[in-house]
């Protein structure tokens, strides 16, 4: 719009990468510091987004969106400095518009880095999230059906060497569950001889050792096997280990739930922003003395070119006569 581009205002604003960043987004987008960062101001996913905030298709008067980016595109500047600071500038007739924009696209930067960079800390999360929750429903479903069994049998109680072998081999189970969610998310970004892998594969076949030994019962001289318990009480049994069992489990999935969010907000890069933009005292453009002195140059130009035909026209006439 010529009206834009005859009453610009031009605001800048400056962001800074965190420390580590590099290296996060220099394996996800190919490139390294902030270039990458530079890359994504550029990119459509943010452009778009700008368009969309502050209804620009409409403002600069486009009938498709490629035609609205290029009308962006030449009113933003996103560089790269030698030290490695972005500077973003944005050109809008509206200062306060122009500053609005400007720190849009830093939130918007900030928006796609957080959803494209996948960390550890965040597929730890997302999985234990999914199991906490699968945990969750499992343990309510046996807490009821607990529930209804002692209401259908009446008063139930277990023999203290009977309660003892069923709080000890849900125990196990349980914890053996939460270390098998474990090595399943280590293993969506770890290889085979990561140290910490053979650590919980080790851990993984020392319960399941002592599961083994629980069943046969060679755990503790004072358990007695639990293929021995009455026949009376068998089911009451298999509900309150099944219950252990998912009990343990969600304790478990709910510290390492916590330690992944932890990890995700140390490991999710985001930007510092150094230099908010603020609405703009000064025009950028037309550059009102430049203007001035060119208006006067060029009248004075064409004055004298008006003289000079003026009397070669003349001279002309005269000689004519």
Known sequence: MQGAQDNS???????????????????????????AWVGILESNSVRDGIIKRF???EAYGKDTIEDTRKELGGNISVVNTKEDVVVITVEDEDPKKAAAMANAF???????NRDAVMTSGKSTRLFVEKRLVETKGELTRIEDGIRAFQMANKALKLDDQSAAIIESFG???????AKEVELQVL????TDSNPQMQTIKAEIGGLRRQL??????????????????????LQYARLLRDAKVQETLFELLTQQYELARIQEAK?????????????????????????????AFSALVLTSIWAFIAEYLAGMKNSAI
């Open 212 to 233: 083994t030994d629980a069943q046969e019962g060679t755990l503790s001289d004072t358990f007695i096997p639990t293929n021995r318990i009455p026949d009376l009480s």
């Open 267 to 295: 490991d999710s890069p985001t930007i510092q922003v150094l230099d908010l933009a603020t609405v703009p005292e000064k025009k950028s453009g037309p550059k009102r003395g430049l203007i001035v002195v060119l208006a």
């Open 9 to 35: 205002m031009k605001v800048s604003m400056m962001a800074a990468l965190p420390d580590g960043l590099g290296s996060a987004s220099g394996g996800l987008f190919g490139k390294s510091s902030t270039d």
């Open 171 to 177: 125990d196990l189970r349980g914890r053996l569950a």
């Open 106 to 112: 830093v939130e918007e930067l900030d928006r796609i």
């Open 55 to 57: 209804g620009l298709r």
């Open 187 to 190: 293993r969506s970004y770890a």
